[in-house]
């Protein structure tokens, strides 16, 4: 990846300083003019017409007028890539995340989680910045927060307008004490390993010494965390400032106003991903028109009237009340008709608490406001197997790469709390790698649940290829699946603002780093310059 | 015709030399009379009937010459492209077999190479195979395990075994199309002559044949990226003088056979207080006082053909030394991937890390841990610090010219923190370290990438590559070009 800084010099019209490497970069597919001149550059939305002055002496910092850095908004000392579009020359890639409705709520400082998206910025280069609603001015062009900035590029102001913001840090240590208990839990319940005597040998060595090497650390030093090895590679910090409208943005916060967003998908050429936050019913409506999927969604409806509810109920038919945007099963309720009668029983999400209704009229008088009130959907219920008394489901993060592929960057499967209705981790449940947790359900040896894991996320990807056709660009889903006791995949919907932490409640640290660090290779790729991997 | 619908085939029956192809297939071709039908490497052609007999979407109706002719199961269930040749030279000349310029071609016919002789494909050999074929088996595609004796280039077809739907280890023997894509297990390969034959007639091979550690540096010391990774390295041409110009201005040298694997024959000189010490594997250490002790000794144990490599200070923890297996291969999209990675401690005594000489392997973050403390984010960056590197050498082998799918790549680390690439090498690289560390979804990973990869050599790359927006171009293109059949 060839990178180039730009340093600013005097000048009040624009003017770009390039090197012959710099001019030639991507001549093969260049619109390159033949000689410098006059050329729009573009940074982000800002678009300049600039003078290209050649420069003999080869190198990776380039020289800009101060009219080009201002009006071009180009940050000094940032690793740029370079490349000609139609005769245009691009300086990129520029991208923006949107993380919160307000700059002070976003966790920017040295400990914070918003780091991790940024982890993979050495792949990406470019300026790469995260952004909250208040800080964004679509009308002018321009938009406030924090930018990613790698070690050892120009020292610059460090201290952020509104204090330093480090909840991150605190949330990301709960997090990771909250997350070793939900994995304790899930070990609690495990199989006995599938190993032979090879594995087992070298398990027993790899074990003693891994164990033997933290003793002495901690005795010597008294923090495990102290490297043998200097660590050399690029790090950074978060730093404020003002920027241009990115090439592409992430969003990471439903808090955007609908004018707002449609405002910043014309100007990005809609490179705005997840563009729709569609709701659940939304999502149904999308998919079922889909032939190959329609056999994969339960039935879904909105709950208009009661009387067809109670119909559904006398055919002795289970079905899952939900609401249309509720998340994490919240509201959830499960109507089991009875064996006879037009009776049913009524099992709430909350602590496993059920509510029998001896006949449909008293049904009716209970579940009456849920039609006026927030909206309901009605759906199908799936038996989904359970183990050890939990109800199991999966979780797929879909994310595309830095090619614009989608790629399942983790799979895990979710085990409720005994007898409850959801496979939430809260209250007592627990998360898995996939083919561990399809292991403890279906009894499979892990060549089985491999072979399951591929058929899991091959369907993944269609429905993700599915949704990209329906209208709207997506790069981060996070979908929930059920498979039946028959097998069968039931796809219960698609998260467009994905719960990333579960990762790391199923005990797969380096996955949850991956999986936050994904977005940023897709936005890459979206403003012109797809990363590297 | 999207590549991902899966076809089904049905008998014509007392019809000959015809097919009936589905509404979306006869409508990408112009719904022709004629049309030039393969499957793998085996090309006939047919009358295209309108009539389509009832049958569903997904069904090919093909008359049971044209099977038998194809050599396809009843049963099968495929993918399929189709296209009309453009080029108007090419059709005529098709066109005196074909009469059109119309062809489906039905695949994958993806073939694993697992022994010399047909007597050897034992049920011992063939069962460990179906690992492989866990990830595409579900997508369609005919899957065959064949030896080297049943080819037939004459009449395009092998004798072997094809693997039957079901996750199982159930095989059915058979006389099938010569696949259009091929990968090797069991050390097997195909003699020069062979593989001219098979390229020349659009057969790929992944992993074709084994490449030495001399060419392998030079591709690799041709990518500028790479330079600051790779040991200093030299060709043991003229045998000794070399060995000693390097010991002078590195201080300790290795000597490696060009063929060498498993460490076997390696050797590693040092200059110790104006004396040499050699170390062979498994031989205790032997030290010389001169030059002339030191030739006579090293001499007749030079490898005749080798290099000579920079013994770098390579880091260690507790006397071990701590290095990395990568596992490079290509996906399902023709892009390297790297499905994991295996740390290794090697033994305390000697200077190899293989884990024959009493080291073992460890998970890639422990390891990482080891070396650079227990910080998740320290670990992940060390990890895409090595896929990346892993990758470049990916590319840089590839333009050697070799077809290349699957590849083992030593990594490690020096005293400083610096990555350096120790070897890289595509003979039959052993998946099972993944198993042995206790990582069995990466194990099974790492065996069905290579069918994986070999699906999309056979022109049926998986669409997981299909951008949502923009990036179209040029993968667009190229699976319809791949896609035409071998003339």
């Not at chain 1, 240590?173 to 199989?191: I, P, Y």
């Not at chain 1, 594995?199 to 933290?214: C, D, H, N, P, V």
């Not at chain 2, 009379?33 to 006939?44: M, P």
């Not at chain 2, 001169?290 to 290099?307: C, I, K, N, Q, V």
């Amino acid at each position: 990846m060839m990178t180039f800084t730009f340093t600013g010099t005097s000048g009040s019209e624009p003017v770009l300083y390039l090197t012959y490497s710099a001019y030639r970069v991507q001549t093969r597919d260049a619109s390159a003019p033949d000689l410098p001149s006059r050329v729009w550059v573009s940074h982000g939305c800002r678009r300049v017409l600039s003078d290209l002055v050649p420069v003999l002496e080869e190198g990776h910092q380039l020289p800009a007028s101060s009219a080009a850095v201002q009006r071009l908004g180009l940050v000094e000392g940032l690793p740029y890539r370079l490349k000609w579009v139609g005769g245009e020359l691009v300086v990129g890639p520029v991208v923006g995340l949107h993380l919160a409705a307000k700059t002070k709520d976003m966790a920017t400082g040295p400990h914070s989680s918003a780091r991790l998206f940024f982890l993979r910025y050495g792949g990406v280069g470019g300026l790469a910045f995260a952004f909250a609603t208040d800080g964004l001015n679509v009308s002018e062009g321009w938009v406030e927060g924090y930018y990613w900035k790698p070690e050892g590029s120009e020292p610059g102001p460090t201290a952020s307008p509104g204090g330093d913001i480090t909840t991150g840090g605190e949330s990301w240590r709960r997090t990771r004490g909250l997350a070793e208990r939900v994995v304790k839990r899930a070990s609690s319940e495990g199989l006995p390993a599938e190993t032979n005597r090879r594995t087992a040998r070298f398990q027993a060595m790899g074990a003693e010494f891994l164990g033997r090497k933290a003793m002495e650390k901690t005795e010597t030093t008294a923090d495990s965390r102290v490297p043998i090895l200097p660590d050399t590679t690029a790090g950074g910090h978060l730093a404020p400032g003002r920027f241009p409208l990115p090439a592409a943005v992430w969003r990471r916060c439903g808090r955007l106003p609908p004018d707002t967003l449609s405002a910043l998908m014309e100007k990005t050429d809609g490179h705005v991903f997840n563009s729709d936050f569609f709701d659940k019913w939304e999502g149904f409506r999308r998919l079922s028109t889909n032939p190959s999927l329609r056999r994969h969604l339960p039935e879904t409806a909105p709950l208009t009237n009661v009387d067809d509810l109670v119909a559904r109920l006398a055919a002795r038919h289970s079905i899952v009340l939900k609401q249309r945007e509720g998340n994490s099963g919240y509201g959830m309720v499960l109507l089991e008709p009875d064996g006879d009668g037009d009776g049913c029983t009524a099992r709430y999400r909350v602590g496993g608490r059920t509510e029998h209704f001896p006949s449909a009229d008293s049904l009716k008088r209970k579940l009456g406001p849920l039609v006026t009130g927030r909206p309901y959907l009605v759906q199908e219920h799936i038996r989904l197997p359970s183990y050890k008394d939990r109800v199991v489901d999966f979780r797929v993060m879909m994310q595309k790469d830095h090619r614009g592929a989608w790629q399942p960057v983790v799979a895990l499967g979710r085990f409720g709390s005994p007898g409850s209705i959801v496979t939430s981790f809260i209250n007592n449940g627990y998360a898995l790698p996939a083919d561990e947790a399809m292991r403890r359900v279906f009894g499979l040896t892990w060549r089985g649940a491999f072979a399951f894991k591929c058929r899991l996320v091959d369907f993944c990807a269609e429905v993700c290829r599915a949704l990209d056709e329906s209208g709207g660009c997506y790069g981060d889903l996070g979908l929930d699946v059920g498979i039946d006791v028959e097998g069968h995949l039931w796809l219960f919907e698609a998260n467009k603002l994905p719960f990333h932490e579960l990762a790391l409640y199923a005990g797969q640290e380096q996955a949850y780093l991956a999986v936050k660090s994904g977005p940023l290779l897709y936005a890459s790729h979206l403003a012109g310059f797809p990363g590297e991997s | 015709m999207d590549g991902l619908t899966v076809y089904h085939i049905e008998e014509l029956t007392g019809f000959s030399g015809t097919i009936s192809l589905p509404e979306d297939l006869s409508a990408a071709v112009g719904r022709p009379d004629r049309v030039s039908l393969s499957a793998g490497a085996l090309t006939a052609a047919a009358k295209c009937s309108s009539a389509r007999f009832g049958f569903d979407g997904s069904a090919i109706g093909l008359s049971p010459d044209v099977r038998s002719g194809l050599h396809l199961p009843l049963d099968w269930q495929c993918l399929a492209r189709a296209g009309v040749r453009e080029d108007r030279g090419a059709a005529a000349e098709a066109g005196a077999k074909a009469g059109t310029g119309a062809w489906v071609y039905l695949g994958p016919v993806v073939g694993a190479l697992v022994s010399a002789a047909k007597d050897d494909l034992t049920p011992g050999r063939l069962n460990p195979i179906s690992n492989h074929f866990l990830s595409t088996m579900e997508r369609g595609g005919l899957f065959v395990a064949f030896s080297r004796d049943s080819v037939d280039l004459e009449k395009r077809c092998i004798r072997g075994f094809r693997l039957l739907p079901g996750g199982g280890n159930d095989w059915e023997s058979g006389v099938y199309p010569l696949p259009s894509a091929i990968f090797r297990r069991y050390g097997v390969g195909f003699p020069a002559r062979l593989r001219r034959s098979l390229r020349s007639i659009g057969v790929k091979t992944s992993n074709e044949r084994v490449f030495h550690k001399v060419e392998a540096h030079h591709w690799m010391a041709a990518e500028a990226g790479l330079l600051p990774h790779l040991p200093e390295t030299r060709e043991l041409t003229g045998g000794l003088p070399v060995v000693l110009q390097m010991l002078e201005r590195l201080g300790a040298v290795y000597v490696k056979p060009a063929w060498g694997s498993l460490g076997r024959g390696v050797l590693r000189v040092t200059k110790v207080n104006g004396g040499f010490s050699v170390e062979a594997g498994g031989e205790p250490r032997r030290e010389f006082a001169a030059t002339d002790a030191l030739e006579s000794y090293l001499g007749p144990r030079l490898p005749r053909f080798g290099l000579v490599q920079q013994a770098l200070p390579l880091a260690s923890v507790g006397g071990r030394l701590v290095d990395f297996r990568v596992i490079l291969q290509k996906d399902g999209t023709g892009h390297w991937t790297v499905p994991g990675i295996v740390g290794r401690c090697g033994s305390p005594k000697l200077h190899v890390s293989n884990m024959a000489a009493g080291g073992f392997p460890v998970r890639v973050e422990d390891a990482l841990a080891l070396l650079f403390g227990s910080n998740p984010i320290t670990v992940f960056r060390r990890k895409e610090e090595l896929v990346t590197l892993s990758v470049m050498v990916g590319k840089a082998l590839e333009r050697g010219g070799l077809i290349l799918g699957d590849l083992g790549l030593d990594l490690a680390y020096d005293t400083a923190g610096h990555p350096w690439v120790i070897e890289a090498n595509n003979r039959d690289p052993d998946h099972n370290i993944a198993w042995e560390v206790g990582d069995w979804p990466l194990f099974y990973r790492a065996r069905s990438l290579p069918a994986e990869y070999t699906v999309y050599l056979a022109g049926f790359g998986h669409p997981g590559d299909r951008g949502g927006r923009g990036d179209l171009g040029d993968r667009g293109g190229r699976g319809d070009r791949e896609a035409v059949p071998p003339s």
